[in-house]
């Protein structure tokens, strides 16, 4: 039986390689972004989306921890298939 837990990470390094090995990229929602931010509301974006704005990771990371966020993920689904599940949550 395969498991399909959450795990939940504040690492960078572990945030980026998920994403990357799923071919996502940091992003965030187009119009978001206050006061010459580069980032407003984050997102991974795995296919073109023309709400979503690609953004440089550093930006992105900058983000995260300002908002002292936490991703929750999950790395493979139920019938062990790789998983793209993922949330924005706050850190506890």
């Known amino acids: 039986m395969s498991t399909h837990t ?4 504040t ?3 572990r945030i980026r390689r998920w994403t990357e090995e799923r071919d996502g990229c940091p992003a ?4 978001t972004a206050e006061g010459g931010e580069e980032a407003g509301l984050l ?3 795995f296919r073109d ?9 550093d930006d992105f990371f900058e983000k995260f921890d300002e908002e002292k966020l ?5 790395d493979k689904t ?11 949550v706050r850190r506890e």
């Open 6 to 9: 959450s795990h939940r990470t």
């Open 11 to 13: 690492d960078h390094d």
């Open 28 to 31: 965030t929602v187009r119009g």
């Open 43 to 45: 997102r991974i974006m």
């Open 49 to 57: 989306d023309e709400d979503l704005e690609q953004i440089e990771w």
């Open 70 to 74: 936490a991703f929750l993920y999950q």
């Open 78 to 88: 139920a019938d062990g298939e790789v998983s793209r599940f993922f949330k924005f």
